[in-house]
């Protein structure tokens, strides 16, 4: 595995030295070699360059899974300019939020989304630069300069930017997926970075022989530091997709000779329901690692594929933290502290919790910029994270006697009823249970009374296929009565992230609506 200067710019250029012409990404329509890669991120850097931008200012990108978003990567870490991604669904008062907190200079965008910042731009501060990747746009507003990336690029330098990077200057502004509400950018460091891809290499055992396989967006922390970097990192070969597909999933990883993928949110729940095939177990993937793995499918997942699965636990923030190994997998726990971090559980006055009691997961790490350096523009939510020197996950856990770390909740998706504290997630892993059930999101939503109601809001295989009453005649036996959900709501789809996370924050917003089934109001009975 490579072991040199630990910047993005060092290790792709070691790798096109070494292997120029072999491919380094299987994009869907195009290969890229690592030559390529490393010279097109010379001349991205220069590009930049040219339009004034140097060493820590900010620049958004807005691209999806395509060579010009690997290209702006390489060339704005390499010119030291703080690259921002932006996620491909953002548009109004979110956009906008995104690039003035984030103080962007410049602008890297997919012609099909150009509108998005016309219809935006008078409430812009800092964008000085527009540089479109693809065709057939009319750029209205005047406030910006707007470039062609194809006539920009073919137009720079090849050579070598000659600016200065250390381990510790900050690579990127990674803002938060939002799944509780307006997000927070957090500042990684090259090293961070390097940190989060050779863990991965370390718990994968990643090497030349591995094609890793991700359906992520570039613009999300699995794709760039548990996939992209892991592969330059160890000599692998990567398959980028843009989209996730169940039904075509298992013939793209024959057909690319898949090896390992990272799989995220719904994703194993999603491919365990597909109709069985014969040769579902015939597939050339060895390992997988990603969170969570579900309780009830762990078992029959890795059979019916004949794959191993890795657990992990981590955050933009944190990177990877803790690993449920597959050789010393412990079923429901998300593992072990790795030995760069100390993680413990504590209460609410922020002591240490006794072995399994229920707190807050703290992390801290052992060695310098391994983790994020702080909310960009956001002093106080960076001293607020890093309370009494631990950060504060929000997640809640507990530990058991031998060191294993078991993830209970995150703190703002607990339901708080009638006294008592009720995970989200055990009830919807309940819910999932059941046959007719596709996916499940779990809120609290007010309560008349006080405190909250649990809604459960479910999207089934075949449309008006389950009654309100079938599935709760189903959650009885399996949850405590007070965890029974009281309203019902059936959608077609969950609103989500790019990493397949539930967005509960728009179920919260919505709360009871019309189409909510109420148990109380048709008077079904919960029993103790």
């Given at each position: 595995m490579y072991r040199g200067k630990e910047t993005f710019g060092k290790v792709v250029e070691y790798r096109a030295n070494l292997r120029p012409h072999d491919t380094f990404v299987r994009f869907e329509n195009t290969d890229l070699t690592f030559e390529q890669f490393h010279r097109n991120g010379n001349r991205a850097a220069n590009m930049i360059k040219a339009l004034g931008l140097t060493k820590g200012d900010t620049c958004a990108v807005m691209l999806?899974?395509?060579?010009?978003?690997?290209?702006?990567?390489?060339?704005l870490a390499r010119l030291g300019v703080i690259e921002v991604p932006i996620n491909v669904a953002y548009?109004?008062?979110?956009?906008?939020?995104?690039?003035?907190?984030?103080?962007?200079?410049?602008?890297?965008?997919?012609?099909?989304?150009?509108?998005?910042?016309?219809?935006?731009?008078?409430?812009?501060?800092?964008?000085?630069?527009?540089?479109?990747?693809?065709?057939?746009?009319?750029?209205?507003s005047e406030k910006m300069n707007w470039y062609s990336y194809a006539d920009l690029i073919g137009e720079a330098a090849m050579?070598?930017?000659?600016?200065?990077?250390?381990?510790?200057?900050?690579?990127?502004?990674?803002?938060?997926?939002?799944?509780?509400?307006?997000?927070?950018?957090?500042?990684?460091?090259?090293?961070?970075?390097?940190?989060?891809?050779?863990?991965?290499?370390?718990?994968?055992?990643?090497?030349?022989?591995?094609?890793l396989f991700t359906v992520f967006p570039l613009f999300h922390i699995n794709a760039r530091y548990a996939t992209i970097l892991p592969a330059l990192l160890a000599d692998s070969t990567v398959v980028m997709h843009n989209r996730f597909s169940a039904s075509k999933f298992w013939e793209i990883?024959?057909?690319?000779?898949?090896?390992?993928?990272?799989?995220?949110?719904?994703?194993?729940?999603?491919?365990?329901?597909?109709?069985?095939?014969?040769?579902?177990?015939?597939?050339?993937?060895?390992?997988?690692?990603?969170?969570?793995?579900p309780l009830e499918i762990y078992d029959s997942f890795q059979q019916r594929f004949n794959i191993?699965?890795?657990?992990?636990?981590?955050?933009?923030?944190?990177?990877?933290?803790?690993?449920?190994?597959?050789?010393?997998?412990?079923?429901?726990?998300?593992?072990?502290?790795?030995?760069?971090y100390d993680v413990e559980i504590h209460d609410e006055n922020?002591?240490?919790?006794?072995?399994?009691?229920?707190?807050?997961?703290?992390?801290?790490?052992?060695?310098?910029?391994i983790m994020f350096s702080g909310y960009y523009g956001m002093p106080e939510a960076t001293v607020k994270s890093w309370q009494n020197l631990?950060?504060?996950?929000?997640?809640?856990?507990?530990?058991?006697?031998?060191?294993?770390?078991?993830?209970?909740d995150r703190e703002k998706e607990v339901v708080r009823r009638k006294g008592e504290?009720?995970?989200?997630?055990?009830?919807?892993?309940?819910?999932?249970?059941?046959?007719?059930v596709k996916e499940a999101a779990v809120i609290g939503v007010p309560s008349e009374l006080s405190e909250e109601e649990v809604l459960a809001v479910i999207v089934v295989k075949e449309p008006n296929e389950l009654k309100p009453q079938e599935l709760l005649d189903f959650c009885q036996p399996r949850m405590a009565h007070f965890a029974v959900p009281r309203y019902i709501r059936f959608m077609k789809t969950l609103p989500k992230t790019p990493s397949l996370r539930v967005e509960k924050y728009k179920l919260k917003e919505e709360g009871v609506t019309s189409d909510t089934w109420d148990r109380e109001s048709v008077g079904y009975q919960v029993h103790r």
């Open positions: 999806p899974n395509v060579p010009e978003f690997l290209e702006t990567w390489l060339g548009r109004g008062d979110l956009l906008t939020y995104i690039l003035n907190k984030a103080e962007c200079k410049a602008l890297i965008i997919d012609s099909q989304w150009v509108e998005r910042v016309n219809f935006i731009s008078e409430n812009l501060h800092h964008i000085q630069h527009v540089i479109v990747v693809g065709d057939d746009y009319e750029p209205s050579d070598s930017v000659c600016e200065t990077i250390q381990p510790q200057d900050p690579s990127l502004i990674l803002f938060t997926s939002g799944t509780t509400g307006p997000s927070k950018g957090a500042i990684l460091s090259h090293k961070a970075n390097f940190a989060l891809a050779s863990a991965c290499c370390d718990l994968m055992n990643y090497g030349p022989d591995d094609c990883c024959r057909t690319e000779h898949i090896t390992t993928f990272n799989y995220m949110g719904s994703m194993l729940n999603i491919l365990m329901k597909q109709p069985e095939q014969p040769d579902d177990a015939d597939n050339p993937v060895r390992q997988i690692q990603g969170a969570p793995a191993k699965i890795t657990e992990a636990y981590g955050s933009t923030e944190i990177g990877l933290a803790m690993v449920n190994r597959a050789e010393t997998f412990r079923k429901g726990s998300c593992g072990k502290a790795l030995p760069f922020d002591k240490e919790c006794p072995t399994g009691v229920v707190g807050e997961i703290v992390v801290r790490p052992k060695e310098p910029w631990w950060f504060h996950t929000g997640d809640r856990g507990r530990m058991d006697e031998d060191g294993y770390f078991y993830f209970v504290n009720i995970s989200s997630y055990e009830i919807e892993r309940v819910i999932n249970e059941h046959p007719k």
